[in-house]
């Protein structure tokens, strides 16, 4: 249970709210009553209340016997300024990526020492990833994470707390191996996955900025090793960030994003 939901020394009522439904992150997408006591560890008693009431506003739905994320969340979610309008300036863009290269292509911001998938488009060629829409993933062994990462003030970075765990055997798992990771891609203008993530899996990512220069999330494509030419797709990468920044200046409509600290 996270700490900034407690009151008095108890896990106030939308404390309990949020562990239910962020026990839906990293789910198959329905979850039964008795699955969410063991996510969570809270009583029985407790779950199947805060369930009744989640489902009755619209934060949850019920599947059969199983609850899934309720549209209100989506409609929410949908509602956030910075989400919408990095979203609906990059969209056209991702979509010509894809379909120019085939590969998967995603939009990413980062929250907290994660990045949180915005928007995911699979390519007709790319491999099935489980990364998904409103997906989170470590920033240090993602080339999103690092593209932005790298143009974060350094004072916000060192404040991360990253558990390095290995993903593959070329996920970097030393801070300061990942800081002059960091410094080559602010050097480059484009950060790379080399089977980081997972096994057989490359990629690039590059930063967006707004408005006022600030780094805003990133770009990515990916493929399988051996189909995707990294080389290739380094250019195309920073030429579509560099695009959808064009689009966010022109706007103006960018709210400054906040990293949030866990």
């Known amino acids: 249970m996270s700490p900034i939901h407690r009151t008095g020394g108890e896990i106030s009522a ?58 209100l969340l989506f409609e929410i979610g949908e509602s956030v300024p910075r989400q919408r309008s990095l979203r609906e300036a990059a969209r056209r863009h991702l979509s010509a990526l894809r379909e120019a290269t085939g590969h998967n292509v995603g939009l990413a911001v980062l929250d907290g020492s994660d990045v949180v998938y915005l928007e995911v488009f699979r390519g007709e060629d790319g491999p099935r990833l489980p990364h998904q829409m409103g997906g989170r993933w470590p920033a240090y062994a993602s080339c999103s994470g690092k593209a932005v990462l790298a143009f974060t003030p350094s004072a916000d970075v060192a404040k991360l707390e990253f558990t390095m765990k290995a993903h593959t055997e070329n996920t970097i798992t030393d801070r300061e191996v990942l800081l002059r990771e960091l410094e080559r891609v602010r050097k480059s203008g484009v950060a790379f ?14 930063p967006i900025f707004g408005p006022d220069a600030e780094v805003l999330g990133a770009i990515s494509i990916s493929g399988m090793a051996g189909r995707i030419n990294l080389t290739r797709i380094d250019a195309a990468v920073r030429t579509t960030a560099i695009s959808i920044s064009h689009d966010l200046s022109s706007a103006h409509s960018v709210v400054r994003p906040v990293l949030r600290r866990h």
């Not at 989640?54 to 549209?71: I, Q, S």
């Not at 057989?200 to 590059?206: L, N, S, V």
């Open 14 to 71: 939308i404390g309990r709210s949020t562990e239910i439904l962020k026990a839906f992150l990293d789910s198959s997408g329905t979850l039964s009553p008795a699955a969410l006591v063991r996510r969570t560890g809270m009583a029985k008693t407790t779950v199947y209340r805060m369930v009744d009431d989640l489902t009755r506003v619209g934060l949850l739905e019920r599947h059969g016997t199983d609850y899934r994320l309720g549209l």
């Open 193 to 206: 996955d080399r089977q980081e993530a997972f096994p057989r899996i490359t990629g690039a990512a590059a």
